[in-house]
């Protein structure tokens, strides 16, 4: 399998269920990234890890747990959320680039899980 | 202000016409541009990418950046109906990239 892959691709849960979401990266990158993606707005980054250290968390709310085990895997784990928490959510992954070359990683999406909560 | 603002359209052009898809911006720190298509229920792809002002072309797409006026755009030529998506700009400085809400592209056959 190649390039970025997301499992479920759809997943229904309830308010107090615990579920999660599992992203795998085949291109031998260092970076992965969690983004929520709605209805009418832009895409939102979530969460980044650089080596398997989080380097940024974009104050989500702690029913939003990620989990970086090693550079091709990314989990989000999902406990109580909220009807509002429905959408769709991509992981990506990048190569970053040396700090002196002054380009910027390219980040490749994976399809994305479509959440609903009910 | 929104930092990346776009359009959401949708916009329906016929088949082979010229498509202009614009962005502006309001952080002029950003120094790279770019657009990712998004077909439906699949991760948006990046499509064209650009550092600083200019034009640069692939193909039937141009990207082009306006630095003095914070203005971002992407030209479709002859468009396809393969081409209908929805159209994401991006800003970034250097480290994360920030989106605008994406423009939904109908080419009627």
């Known amino acids: 399998e190649t390039g970025v892959t997301q499992t479920p691709r759809h997943l229904v849960m309830g308010m107090t269920n615990k579920k999660s979401l599992k992203c795998e990266q085949h291109?031998?990158?260092?970076?992965m990234y969690w983004y929520k993606q709605s209805a009418k707005k832009p895409l939102e980054l979530m969460f980044v890890?650089?080596?398997?250290?989080?380097?940024e968390n974009n104050s989500v709310p702690s029913r939003f747990s990620p989990e970086c085990p090693n550079s091709s895997h990314l989990f989000l784990h999902l406990h109580t959320l909220q009807p509002e928490d429905s959408a769709l959510y991509l992981c990506?992954?990048?190569?970053?680039?040396?700090?002196?070359?002054?380009?910027?990683?390219?980040?490749?999406f994976g399809p994305g899980t479509r959440l609903t909560v009910l | 202000q929104k930092e990346v603002e776009q359009d959401p359209g949708p916009l329906s052009v016929p088949e082979g016409a010229i498509v202009s898809l614009n962005c502006t911006y309001s952080?002029?720190?950003?120094?790279?541009f770019m657009w990712y298509r998004q077909y439906s229920r699949k991760g948006p792809e990046l499509l064209m990418y650009?550092?600083?002002?200019g034009n640069k072309e692939d193909g039937r797409f141009t990207a082009q950046v306006d630095k003095s006026s914070k203005y971002i755009s992407l030209f479709i030529r002859d468009s396809q109906p393969s081409d209908s998506a929805t159209y994401l700009c991006?800003?970034?400085?250097?480290?994360?990239?920030?989106f605008g809400k994406g423009t939904r592209l109908h080419i009627l056959p």
């Open positions: 990506a992954s990048s190569q970053p680039g040396e700090p002196t070359s002054g380009i910027t990683d390219t980040q490749y």
């Open positions: 291109l031998g990158h260092n970076a």
């Open positions: 890890y650089n080596f398997k250290e989080q380097t």
């Open positions: 952080n002029s720190a950003f120094q790279y």
């Open positions: 650009t550092y600083s002002s």
């Open positions: 991006a800003a970034s400085r250097g480290d994360k990239i920030i």
